[in-house]
């Protein structure tokens, strides 16, 4: 069963359809209880502020440090992947879950948020390059855990992978079958 955290944002609608034409059970979970789960996802849309004081209201925040710290399978979607990192200019002074080193910063491009289709590039991994569906402001220009990158007025990374632990900028459940090909794959990781 995958867990798909529900804390208030996001397009958790979406997600469970994506996995539903899987054939993969989910369960919507409001409350931090994970212990019947064997994969957590946390999709996103809103703000990195919103989405972490929520998070740590509901008590989210270090169940899923724990989760991730035991290296049990986790997918980050949009602000699901902002997270994990220290902080954002989003919203200074508000702290992300630090799993991951850096801050996400406000895209440098003509027009913002980036709003469409772009091509993903990976390295080394089980996945194929493709077109994915992005809806962001904000991004990850680097880190030692990038996996995937893409550009929009400059590059950035759009994917990350340490074990167990998968996040992506972009959305899976909204990229047609390519992005339900990249479920795919990360449940038979």
């Known amino acids: 069963m995958i867990g798909i955290v529900d804390c208030g944002s996001g397009n958790i609608a979406s997600v469970r359809l994506a996995f539903d034409r899987l054939g993969v059970p989910t369960d919507i979970r ?13 999709p996103g849309q809103g703000r990195f502020g919103t989405v972490m004081n929520a998070l740590t ?11 991730i710290e035991a290296d049990r399978k986790f ?20 702290s992300g ?4 080193t850096g801050t996400v910063k ?35 220009a680097k880190s030692d855990v990038c996996c995937a ?23 899976p459940e909204k990229s047609g079958k390519w992005g339900q090909e990249v479920l795919r794959q990360w449940i038979n990781s």
């Open 106 to 140: 406000r895209l440098r491009a003509p027009k913002n948020p980036m709003m469409g289709w772009a091509r993903v590039c990976w390295r080394d991994s089980i996945f194929s390059d493709g077109s994915a569906f992005f809806v962001n402001g904000y991004a990850v």
């Open 30 to 42: 409001t409350l931090p209880d994970v212990s019947d789960l064997q994969a957590l996802v946390l």
């Open 57 to 67: 209201e509901r008590g989210w925040d270090d169940v899923l440090k724990g989760w």
């Open 149 to 171: 990158t893409t550009e929009y007025g400059e590059p950035f990374c759009c994917a990350v992978q340490r074990g167990h632990m998968f996040a992506t900028q972009f959305h």
């Open 97 to 100: 879950l630090g799993m991951l």
């Open 75 to 94: 997918l980050g979607i949009c602000v699901g992947m902002q997270v994990l990192f220290e902080g954002s200019e989003e919203d200074p002074g508000v």
